[in-house]
DNA sequence: TGATGCATGTAATCCGTTACATGATTCA
DNA sequence: TGAATCATGTAACGGATTACATGCATCA
């Protein structure tokens, strides 16, 4: 079984309940956001299926200017089929990154392209370091052990990952500079 | 146009003729396998389809005790089609994790499992570390910047998860057991 | 008035993996 | 003798993304 959107959805709906939209909002700059993806075309059929299957409820909730909103919450049946796809040793970490191939692959590059994909990379590594401490300081879901021990493992990595890039970026400058002339 | 398995293709044989099994073993463990993933089955097609269009040249070559092998070598055409995948801004990188996801939901999993997928991920990241240490002490693609640089930024991000890991070993373990009382 | 956020959903498409098929050689 | 390495390839399948479709409210 293991690791797939049904999965992701049980999981987080197993601290609260949420409509598809908020899964979504979670997964994309939630506790979820540095380590999972996942779209709407995949969220909403997972919801309505599983609602089928029975793991979840659903309930319409109507809202003053703007759309209602189908809140599903995790039942028993549900909790037991997020635990046996908890129960697989979870597989290896899976990292692509564009950046670090067109980092090798320098030659093919101009000076200038290369400034601006490490700008974006520097860019893009503060911003999720930016998310994680907003999320220390929210006291909402910093209670227990795990949330805690997931911001702080993204903290650590992102962290070395911008210490690095702002380490080596004069080095590369120089280099870009020499290969020039 | 961006990144896919025939731009990866293309930026290996950049540096150096291989065949599609060669090919293979360089994503699984050479320079690129902390950051990219590929599969004869994706392979293959691309190295077929891609000479057929004048990117790459053939040549089979005769080995004694072994199959022949097809060794691919890039051409002006081909080089030209990489520099243009590699004009495009590389998106941001992608980092999935079963294990932190399991890691949040520590209340669904046994003392036990958790100490196993633990161990697991250390012994995931130990065994990357050991790769991009081995790949440094060979002399023969660490002339580049390029590869320097992919390297030691390989080595921060996994050297810091380890760090993480080892730090907080300790602390896991021990809230398991209060929760077990 | 035009963009952005809230809200749900479907269908086409892509991109790749997994499994299958084949076969020789070497090492334990 | 059985597993592992070398070597190439195809077909079925899966899993998710992208784009499309719709619509109201708010803010600049």
Redesign the interface.
């Known amino acids: 079984m293991?690791?797939n959107i049904r999965?992701?959805c049980l999981?987080i709906l197993?601290f609260q309940e949420a409509s598809g939209y908020e899964l979504k909002k979670e997964v994309e700059d939630g506790?979820?956001s540095?380590?999972?993806?996942a779209s709407y075309g995949s969220i909403y059929p997972a919801l309505t299926q599983m609602n089928a299957e029975g793991l979840l409820t659903v309930r319409s909730e109507e809202q003053s200017g703007k759309p209602d909103k189908k809140v599903y919450a995790i039942t028993e049946e549900g909790?037991a089929a997020?635990?046996k796809s908890?129960?697989v040793?979870?597989?290896?970490?899976?990292?692509?990154?564009?950046?670090?191939?067109?980092?090798?692959?320098?030659?093919?590059?101009s000076k200038d392209?290369m400034s601006?994909?490490i700008d974006?990379?520097h860019a893009?590594l503060l911003e999720d370091l930016g998310r994680i401490e907003q999320m220390k300081k929210q006291e909402c879901n910093c209670e227990?052990?795990?949330?805690k021990?997931?911001l702080?493992?993204?903290e650590?990595?992102l962290?070395?990952?911008v210490?690095?890039?702002e380490a080596?970026y004069p080095?590369?400058q120089q280099?870009k500079m020499k290969a020039a002339e």
Chains 1, 2 share one sequence.
């Open positions: 293991a690791m999965t992701l999981g197993s506790m979820y540095h380590f999972i993806d909790r997020l635990a908890l129960a040793i979870p597989a290896k970490d899976k990292f692509k990154s564009e950046f670090l191939f067109e980092m090798l692959l320098q030659q093919f590059i392209h601006r994909a974006k990379q893009d227990d052990a795990g949330s021990f997931v702080g493992y993204g650590s990595v962290r070395a990952a210490n690095y890039l080596q080095r590369l280099q």
